[in-house]
């Protein structure tokens, strides 16, 4: 009887591998079935669309907020209080768009042998464009520490917001540079402001 036992088991051990092994190669096709399967349902669907960037090329997405019916001349101004610096626009004016992101830059340079630090204040002409120009990153929102004779390139980031009065073609944004005094001890620093 020992004989049929282990032929008994051996028989059902062949079986448990086969139905395993095709378990396994089922499990498998499945796996690899499943991103083609991914891939067209998406395309179906339309979610997932990155996955088809040829699909995409003719529909770039347009901004809507950038007002393209109209223009407004912005001017730029530099001024110094009592400050031995030199501080200029690299431009004077620029035509944007409302809504338009725009990136200018203001130059500075310190002409004293000694570290000078200063705060630059804004002002707007009209008066009421202020509350209409959005800066996004600005030299006047930190404190500027130059080094002896340090000239310094400083950006300007903005959108003119294009709930701006129609009337209002032309802002002009001014800054004036105001030395900080008892704050010149440590020129530079990490991007020289303090």
Not at 3 to 25: G, K
Not at 42 to 49: K, Q
Not at 81 to 101: I, N
Request: aromatic share 10%; proline share 7%; charged share 20%.
């Amino acid at each position: 009887m020992k004989p049929r036992v282990t032929d008994s088991l051996a028989a059902d051990n062949r079986r448990l591998l086969v139905r395993l092994a095709l378990s396994a190669v089922v499990m498998f096709g499945f796996g690899f079935l499943l991103v083609p399967f991914y891939e067209k349902i998406c395309e179906v669907t339309g979610i997932n669309n990155f996955l088809r960037p040829e699909a995409e090329a003719g529909a770039q997405a347009a901004n809507t907020q950038i007002d393209t019916s109209r223009s407004v001349l912005v001017q730029f101004d530099a001024n110094l209080h009592d400050l031995p610096w030199r501080f200029q626009p690299v431009q004077r004016s620029v035509s944007v768009h409302p809504g338009e992101l725009v990136h200018v830059e203001y130059e500075v340079s310190n002409t004293r042998p000694e570290p000078i630090t200063g705060q630059a204040v804004p002002s707007y002409g009209p008066q009421l464009a202020g509350q209409y120009l959005r800066k996004l990153d600005c030299f006047c929102f930190a404190q500027q520490t130059l080094a002896p004779g340090e000239k310094r390139i400083m950006p300007v980031v903005f959108v003119v917001d294009p709930a701006l009065p129609t009337d209002v073609n032309t802002i002009t944004l001014s800054y004036t540079f105001f030395e900080l005094k008892g704050r010149n001890t440590a020129a530079g620093g990490a991007g020289g402001t303090s």
